[in-house]
């Protein structure tokens, strides 16, 4: 039972289901549509691959190079991005990089050397920078930390969505349309893909409330006891001005451990069409179908897997087995390359531990890092980690050129999978979970 102090009512366990269940379905699913069209666009350039290289004569190095290079200007540009958002609101400054990242995706169409390839991607990396975290913070705004996996998987489950949704699409968009006005089936993708972008971010501005007390759809009993319950969790956390959150060793311990689980991210997410490809799937709109196979069971184990550790209070073991999970099954999939059933299975193993650690990992920085220090802790965490995004895609396609096989760039992401492991069980404290 919790008694609202401002009112004197009290509210039931049933009550706050209730209130909780409308804010979840008034703010998650939208934000979930947010998040699937932002990493569409991320990551197209996977399938885009498949045309675009042969089309442009460019090798897999400068893939590698223009897909890793989004991740230097998201870094850049991650941490003000993420302060500006503290101060003007999460409604204006999440519309402004939509509708920016969105044109400048659209505008990959015009790519025909690499330097252009490289630019584009850059900025369309400063475009982005600050929505993923962005969207982090925001949730700390409506949901306790005890809460929190289950919200956060909710909302990251749009990286397997965009997979199961994107594969098909992008395979689709590329085969009926290449050709089309004289453009390239890739050039249609870049094209169709960021218009979403922008019409998504310019509902945003109509849709989100930056507070629960600027939130119209909510009695007043509801926000009381939303505030309530925030100001509960508050009170736990860490509060430290932006120069201590720079200097502490638990925030860049958790960067760290981000940045191992980032690497494995984006081996699958750049790397996925090329790796089912390589198993003997050859027609581009088979290899965008199979793609939405490990992504569709992703989906699945990163909410019933969150719902497990927050039933249980427990993050570290769950996000230690999740890593492992994924590095055995890039293992596998290596192992099993010719083979295409066992290569796809063993994919999906690993999608669905390497998606599933994100969600998890989220709780414990956001359990931690309170007031100000949340906003550029979070950020920090994510610039870091992301930079793996850059190191990632080039490794494996260096390796890829030198060796004429991934199979050595899948281990050293199965390795740093395993490392990531090892820091959440080692560096983390419980003390840490909640």
Same mark, same amino acid.
């Given at each position: 039972?919790?008694?609202?102090?401002?009112?004197? @009512?009290?509210?039931?366990?049933?009550?706050?289901?209730?209130?909780?269940?409308?804010?979840?379905?008034? #703010?998650?699913?939208?934000?979930?549509?947010?998040? !699937?069209?932002?990493?569409?666009?991320?990551?197209?350039?996977?399938?885009?691959?498949?045309?675009?290289?042969?089309?442009?004569?460019?090798?897999?190095?400068?893939?590698?190079?223009?897909?890793?290079?989004?991740?230097?200007?998201?870094? %850049?540009?991650?941490?003000?991005?993420?302060?500006?958002?503290?101060?003007?609101?999460?409604?204006?400054?999440?519309? =402004?990089?939509?509708?920016?990242? $969105? +044109?400048?995706?659209?505008?990959?169409?015009?790519?025909?050397?690499?330097?252009?390839?490289?630019?584009?991607?850059?900025?369309?990396?400063?475009?982005?920078?600050?929505?993923?975290?962005?969207?982090?913070?925001?949730?700390?705004?409506?949901?306790?930390?005890?809460?929190?996996?289950?919200? !956060?998987?909710?909302?990251?489950?749009? @990286?397997?969505?965009?997979?199961?949704?994107?594969?098909?699409?992008?395979?689709?968009?590329?085969?009926?349309?290449?050709?089309?006005?004289?453009?390239?089936?890739?050039?249609?993708?870049?094209?169709?893909?960021?218009?979403?972008?922008? /019409?998504?971010?310019?509902?945003?501005?109509?849709?989100?409330?930056?507070?629960? =007390?600027?939130?119209?759809?909510?009695?007043?009993?509801?926000?009381?006891?939303?505030?309530?319950?925030?100001?509960?969790?508050?009170?736990?956390?860490?509060?430290?001005?932006?120069?201590?959150?720079?200097?502490?060793?638990?925030?860049?311990?958790?960067? *760290?451990?981000?940045?191992?689980? *980032?690497?494995?991210?984006?081996?699958?997410?750049?790397?996925?069409?090329?790796?089912?490809?390589?198993?003997?799937?050859?027609? +581009?709109?088979?290899?965008? #179908?199979?793609?939405?196979?490990?992504?569709?069971?992703?989906? /699945?184990?990163?909410?019933?897997?969150?719902?497990?550790?927050?039933?249980?209070?427990?993050?570290?073991?769950?996000?230690?087995?999740?890593? #492992? &999970?994924?590095?055995?099954?890039?293992?596998?999939?290596?192992?099993?390359?010719?083979?295409?059933?066992?290569?796809?299975?063993? %994919?999906? #193993?690993?999608? @669905?531990?390497?998606?599933?650690?994100?969600? &998890?990992?989220?709780?414990?920085?956001?359990?931690?890092?309170? $007031?100000?220090?949340?906003?550029?802790?979070?950020?920090?965490?994510?610039?870091?980690?992301?930079?793996?995004?850059?190191?990632?895609?080039?490794?494996?396609?260096?390796?890829?050129?030198?060796?004429?096989?991934?199979?050595?760039?899948?281990? +050293?992401?199965?390795?740093? &999978?395993?490392?990531?492991?090892?820091?959440?069980?080692? $560096?983390?404290?419980?003390?840490?979970?909640?």
């Amino acid at each position: 039972m919790n008694r609202l102090p401002s009112t004197g @009512i009290s509210v039931d366990t049933a009550q706050a289901e209730r209130i909780y269940s409308k804010v979840i379905w008034r #703010l998650v699913p939208f934000l979930f549509l947010c998040y !699937v069209v932002a990493y569409l666009d991320r990551v197209n350039v996977g399938f885009a691959k498949l045309q675009m290289m042969a089309d442009l004569k460019m090798s897999d190095t400068v893939y590698g190079i223009g897909a890793g290079i989004f991740f230097l200007g998201y870094f %850049l540009f991650e941490v003000p991005s993420n302060i500006i958002m503290s101060k003007t609101g999460a409604r204006v400054w999440i519309a =402004r990089i939509m509708v920016t990242w $969105g +044109v400048i995706s659209a505008a990959s169409l015009l790519v025909k050397t690499p330097d252009v390839f490289y630019v584009l991607r850059f900025f369309l990396g400063i475009a982005e920078a600050g929505f993923f975290p962005g969207i982090i913070l925001y949730l700390t705004y409506w949901f306790p930390a005890a809460r929190r996996a289950r919200i !956060v998987a909710l909302f990251m489950t749009a @990286i397997a969505f965009s997979g199961v949704i994107g594969g098909p699409i992008s395979g689709a968009i590329m085969q009926s349309f290449a050709g089309v006005n004289g453009w390239a089936g890739w050039q249609w993708l870049f094209l169709l893909e960021g218009i979403p972008s922008v /019409v998504v971010g310019i509902a945003v501005l109509f849709y989100l409330d930056d507070s629960i =007390r600027a939130a119209h759809w909510l009695t007043e009993e509801e926000k009381s006891f939303l505030e309530m319950k925030i100001q509960e969790d508050n009170t736990r956390k860490s509060s430290m001005s932006l120069g201590q959150v720079f200097a502490s060793g638990k925030v860049w311990l958790l960067a *760290i451990i981000y940045f191992c689980f *980032i690497m494995g991210l984006y081996g699958i997410s750049f790397w996925l069409p090329q790796l089912i490809k390589s198993a003997g799937v050859k027609d +581009v709109l088979n290899v965008g #179908l199979i793609t939405a196979i490990p992504y569709g069971f992703a989906a /699945v184990g990163m909410v019933l897997i969150s719902r497990s550790s927050d039933r249980m209070g427990e993050r570290r073991w769950h996000i230690a087995a999740c890593g #492992l &999970l994924g590095a055995a099954g890039l293992v596998m999939s290596a192992l099993f390359g010719g083979q295409t059933t066992l290569a796809i299975a063993a %994919l999906t #193993l690993a999608t @669905i531990g390497i998606l599933t650690t994100l969600p &998890l990992f989220w709780t414990i920085p956001t359990a931690y890092l309170g $007031g100000a220090a949340a906003a550029a802790g979070i950020a920090i965490i994510n610039s870091i980690g992301n930079l793996a995004g850059f190191v990632s895609p080039f490794l494996v396609g260096a390796i890829k050129d030198a060796t004429k096989s991934t199979d050595m760039g899948i281990y +050293v992401l199965a390795a740093s &999978l395993c490392l990531g492991a090892l820091f959440v069980l080692l $560096g983390v404290p419980k003390t840490m979970q909640r």
